[in-house]
C-alpha cells in the first residue's frame, strides 16, 4: 500500500498544522481549487449521499470488490462525465466474466500503481485476454510492514501521516497518471493498487482538484471505498484459511487500520495541501501537471451544465 520509510518519518504524529475535525461545514470549500473559476455553491448532505450512492457508480464484478465511475460528480461548470475514468483495487484477480464486463465499457488504458514486487506476485491486467494500453506507475518502493506501524493504534494517525509520506516520495508518479488520463486520445481508463484505496485515493483526489470537485465529495468518495474494503477482506481471508499457515498468520497480523478509510483523512490531507500551497490545482501544478493537461481534463471529462 505505501512505502516503508525510516520510522521517525512515517510514525512522528507531529503535525505543523495539526488536525481539525471532519464535518459537513469544516471541509465545504472555502475557496475554491482553481484560481481562476468562481466558488462552488454550498453543498447538502443530501445532496452529496445521492451523488456518491448513484446506482451507476459502482460496477459490479466477481474478482474485485473496488471497481467504480468517477462520473457524476459536482465540477467547474457541469458535472464529471460517466464511462470514462474509474478507480479500481487489484485487477489481477478478474475473472473472464469481469474481463467481458470491461470489454463491453469499451475500457481501453490501465494505470497500475502497485509496486514491482506485487506485480510479479499478485498478477496485472490480463492484456492477452482485452488488449488495453498498460501504464506501470509505482507510486512506493515497498508496501506497509506491521512491524514498523506497531506503535501508531489509530486509522487516522496512521493513515495522515503515511500519506503525506505518499505524497512526498510518490507525487511525480501521480502526475503522471493524471498525464494520461488527460490525453484526449486515451480510451476510458481504470487506475488502480491493490486495495483501491491508499494510492489509488490520492490520484483520485488529485484528479478531482483539478476538475473542481468540491472537498467534501472527494473525501466522502474515499470513504465510500470501506464498502468493498468489507467484501475484499472477507475475500482474502477466506483465501488465507484455505492457503493456511503463512498466508493465514499474515493476513491475521495485519493491523485493522490498513483497512480502513475515515473520510476526515482525506479531508486532513486536502486541506493541508490547500493551506500549504494556495490551492488544490496549484499544488498540481508543484507536482507536473501542466495548464495544458488541466485545460485537456477539464474539456474531455466535464459535462457542461445545460
Not at 512526498?168 to 501521480?174: F, Q, V, W
Amino acid at each position: 500500500m505505501v512505502t516503508r520509510p525510516a520510522r521517525r518519518a512515517l510514525f512522528d504524529l507531529r503535525s505543523p498544522l495539526g488536525h481539525v475535525a471532519f464535518t459537513h461545514t469544516r471541509y465545504r470549500r472555502g475557496v475554491d481549487s482553481s484560481t481562476t473559476s468562481p466558488q462552488l455553491d454550498s453543498l447538502s448532505a443530501a445532496g452529496l449521499d445521492a451523488v456518491l450512492n448513484d446506482g451507476r457508480r459502482s460496477v459490479v464484478l466477481d474478482g474485485v470488490h473496488n471497481f467504480r465511475d468517477l462520473g457524476g460528480y459536482p465540477a467547474l461548470g457541469g458535472t464529471t462525465r460517466w464511462g470514462l475514468v474509474y478507480r479500481a483495487d487489484g485487477l489481477g484477480r478478474l475473472t473472464e466474466n469481469d474481463v467481458e464486463v470491461l470489454r463491453a465499457r469499451r475500457l481501453g488504458a490501465v494505470i497500475d500503481l502497485r509496486t514491482d514486487t506485487e506485480l510479479a506476485e499478485r498478477g496485472t491486467y490480463p492484456v492477452d485476454q482485452h488488449a488495453v494500453a498498460f501504464h506501470h506507475f509505482s507510486v512506493i518502493d515497498r508496501t506497509w510492514d506491521p512491524d514498523e506501524s506497531a506503535s501508531v493504534d489509530n486509522a487516522h494517525g496512521f493513515l495522515l501521516h503515511a500519506y503525506r509520506n505518499m505524497l512526498a516520495a510518490g507525487s511525480d508518479k501521480i502526475a503522471r497518471a493524471i498525464e494520461v488520463i488527460a490525453d484526449p486520445e486515451v480510451a476510458p481508463v481504470v487506475f488502480h493498487c491493490a486495495a483501491g484505496k491508499d494510492r489509488t485515493g490520492l490520484v483520485a483526489a488529485m484528479l478531482r482538484a483539478v476538475l473542481g470537485v468540491p472537498e467534501e465529495y472527494i473525501a466522502a468518495d474515499y470513504g465510500k471505498t470501506a464498502e468493498g474494503m468489507k467484501t475484499m477482506r472477507a475475500a482474502w481471508a477466506q483465501l488465507a484459511e484455505s492457503q493456511g499457515g503463512e498466508a493465514l498468520a499474515r493476513m491475521e497480523s495485519s493491523p485493522a487500520y490498513y483497512f480502513e478509510c475515515p473520510p476526515e483523512v482525506m479531508a486532513a490531507v486536502l486541506l493541508e495541501l490547500r493551506e500549504t500551497h494556495g490551492s488544490l490545482v496549484d499544488y498540481a501544478r508543484s507536482i507536473g501537471v501542466t495548464d495544458a493537461q488541466i485545460d485537456a481534463l477539464r474539456q474531455r471529462l466535464i459535462e457542461p451544465a445545460a
